[in-house]
């Protein structure tokens, strides 16, 4: 059977980029799909899927840094950051985002269709067919579409609720640790605040209606954080 090609996203808000890129990218074999700003490209990310996606840090709508943010709640995809931004403190921003790689423009079409395949020959065998949707008896969490179901009854978040939630799926089974759980949900100054999270996580609860004291999905490990019960357990 001949193997499905990679699927690219490519997000960025110039045409002749994006023009550039197609051309060259199916040169390549790749399908490509193109976005021209960070909402439109998670939407196309979300229905489409893509085995990498390349984005542009300067987009019309919101920073890359937050696009790849948002991205990286719901999706482990490889990404590769471009940017005419080529300092040094840029490229670690955009790596501790999330991102797995950093071009800066002009950038060699060669280099970076080496650094594409790099990416792709470490990720995965071949393009990736799981769907961002976690389940576990009768909660089911679609990651993609940030949408959180129980009993097939849709159950209204917050921002705040469904990051967290999304924070736990995307580790379950694995304790995430409560400086991990501030951090990521309301900042490094924050670290030590773990009184939020204790309001945060029984509003959680009582929405998914999730009994603290005889946990059907969220475990507390006293002390240390929280953990989505997966389905081995």
């Known amino acids: 059977m001949t193997p499905l090609p990679f699927r690219i996203l490519v997000i960025d808000d110039e045409p002749q980029i994006r023009k550039f890129l197609e051309i060259s ?13 960070g909402e439109a490209g998670l939407a196309a990310l979300a229905t489409q899927g893509a085995d990498l996606v390349i984005l542009d840090l300067g987009l019309p709508d919101r920073d890359g840094h937050s696009v790849l943010r948002e991205l990286r709640q ?6 590769i950051m ?22 800066s423009k002009p950038f060699g079409v060669q280099e970076l269709m ?27 969490i679609d990651l993609a579409r940030r949408e959180v179901f129980v009993d097939g009854q849709l159950v209204a978040l917050t921002r705040k609720e469904f990051a967290m939630l999304a924070m736990l799926a995307r580790n379950a089974g694995r304790v995430v640790t409560q400086p991990q759980l501030l951090r990521e949900l309301w900042g490094p100054t924050h670290e030590e605040d773990t009184h939020y999270l204790r309001i945060l996580v ?5 929405k998914l209606g999730d009994d ?22």
């Open 82 to 103: 471009l940017t005419v931004r080529s300092g040094e403190a840029e490229k670690v921003a955009a790596l501790d985002a999330g991102a797995n790689d950093y071009v």
């Open 74 to 79: 719901w999706s482990a995809v490889p990404v």
């Open 114 to 140: 080496a650094r594409i395949r790099a990416l792709l020959r470490a990720s995965a065998t071949g393009p990736e067919q799981d769907s961002p949707v976690y389940t576990l008896d009768a909660l089911r």
């Open 25 to 37: 990218l199916r040169a390549q074999g790749y399908v490509v799909h193109q976005a021209e700003n």
């Open 202 to 206: 029984a509003k959680l609860r009582q």
């Open 212 to 233: 603290a004291a005889a946990p059907r999905w969220i475990v507390t490990e006293p002390g240390v954080g929280l953990k989505l019960r997966d389905n081995s357990v």
